[in-house]
Structure formats: C-alpha cells, structure tokens
C-alpha cells in the first residue's frame, strides 16, 4: 500500500455515463428514487424481522442479513454515484477508490454464500420438514453467516492483493461510475494482461460456480419434492423457490456479464453497474416480502405501530 500510495497518480476520474446535463440530472433522480428505496425497504425488513417475535425462524434471520449485506453494498457506491452526478469532475481518491473495490468484492462475496445458505435452508424445510429446526438451529445459522463473512473477506483480500502494491503514474481516467478491480488494474504502469486475466477470471469463476450450484441446488429440491410424491407442496415449492430464484438471477446477472463476457461494452456495463448499485438491493426485499404473506402482515403491523407512536408524540 506504501508503495501504491508513493505513485504519481493520487486520485482517479470517473468518466460518467454521458457528459450531457440532462441525461446526468435524470440518472440523478432515477439513482436517488431507487437508492433511498433500497434503503427503506432493506432497513424494513431488518427492524420487521428483529421486532416480530413469530419470524425468529432461520429463513427470516438470513434474508434479514441478506437486507443487511444489501445495505451495506449500496452504500459503498451509490452515495458517491449520485454525488458525482451532480458533479462536473467527478473523482475520487487513490484510497478511496480501494475502499470501494474491497467493500464492493467483500460484500459481494459474502453475498454469494449467504444465497447458498438460504437455498440450503429452503432444502431443509422443503425436503425434510420434521428435521428443519433441529438441523437449522441458531448456532447452524450464526456458522453459516460468520463463514459467508469469513469468505467474503478472503476473496476480496485475496483480490485486493494482487493489485494493491501495482504502480499508477499516468492514466487515471476510469471508465465508469465507480472503482472495480478490471478497468483499475488496466491503469497501472506496467504490462498487466496476465493479472488481469487471474483477477476477472478469478471473479468470474465464482460467479458462474454460484450461480450453476444455486441453480442445481433448486432443480434438486423440486425433484426431490415430485419423487416424493408430495404433489400438494410441489407448488408450494415453486412458489417459495420462484423468489430465489428471481433474487439469484438478479444478482449474478450483472456480475457474470461484467467478468465473463469477452467482448467489452462500455454503455452496458454502465447500466448493468447502475442497476447493480441501486436497483438490486431494491428489488431483493420486494420480491421476498411480495411473495411471503407472513412478512407482508409483520410490516403492515410494524408500520401501523409507527404510526400510532408518531402520532403521540
């Protein structure tokens, strides 16, 4: 990091998606609407689950972290987004951009396993009901939270090694809203085509491993449940693993196109980024509680006893 620091290039430009006033002021709004929404709905469904005594279940206290982890990665981009977009430089500092690229990786790594986790959870309850709480007790789902931490961490410190110590001394245009690791590593002073490589293929890998194991994991579960003969929960089934599934797709959409697609598309990849920083994170919570009558009914009743209690006050 010393040396990282000692290097000519102190901080980094983002070009931005369009350098007209109206197009940027219409990203704005659209960012600002989405990323205050995430936050709304995410923080939601944190206070619903930690307040309601009847969602103390293991699938309420993994996608009550999952709204954390959300949380957490929107925050570590769009705050900055939407500042810069009002902006006619928009910068940001060497640390600042490594900042970005750890939380983002961390984050997101972690995010990859808490998914598995959940669709091991949805195994359990669908496919061996009378064993559910026993197998999935608390001490089950704080190892399966800390090891989704545990590994987020090692991946992005993993990443992050690789690159930390490379030297900036020209370039320091970065092509897009915030830092990530490709477009990064492409400014550095020397020959960096083997490394970039290793990095995206590295995320890109885990990408497509998730995604084919959630993917797997969820045809299993439904073949499970119709050699049971358990034709009365094979919609059941659908209906739960349907908003899995839609999450899944969400989530690694993006993050496959960004490190598997061989051919670059710069407007794309802005998009896909936009809607990776705010609209995500804002999609995750309304297709769980839009699909889950249980969390509709705590949130309504949560949200009617915050009303009651304004209006003493």
Known sequence: MDEANDSVVSEFVFLG????????LLLFLFSSVFYVA?????????????????????????????????LIFCSSTAPKMIYDLLRKRKTISFQ???????????????????????????????CKPLHYLTIMGPWRCISLLV???????????????????LPFCGPNELDNFFCDLPQFIKLACIDTYTLEFIVTANSGFISVVCFLILIISYIFILVTVQKKSLGSNISKALSTLSAHVTVVVLFFGPLIFFYVWPFPTSHLDKFLAIFDSVITPFLNPVVYTFRNKEMKVAMKRLCTQFVNYSKVF
Do not use: K
């Not at 998606?17 to 940027?24: A, K, P, R, T, V």
């Not at 709304?40 to 969602?55: A, F, R």
């Open 17 to 24: 998606l369009s350098s007209s006033w109206g197009i940027q």
């Open 38 to 70: 995430s936050l709304m709905g995410n923080i939601l469904i944190v206070l619903t689950v930690t307040s309601n005594p009847h969602l103390q279940s293991p699938m309420y206290f993994l996608l009550a972290n999952l709204s954390i982890i959300d």
């Open 96 to 126: 600042g951009c490594v900042a970005q690229i750890f939380f983002i990786h961390a984050v997101g790594g972690t995010e990859m396993v808490l998914l598995i986790a959940m669709a091991f959870d949805r195994y359990v309850a669908i």
């Open 147 to 165: 090891t989704s931490w545990i590994i987020g961490l090692i991946h992005s410190v993993a990443q992050l090694a690789f690159v930390v110590d």
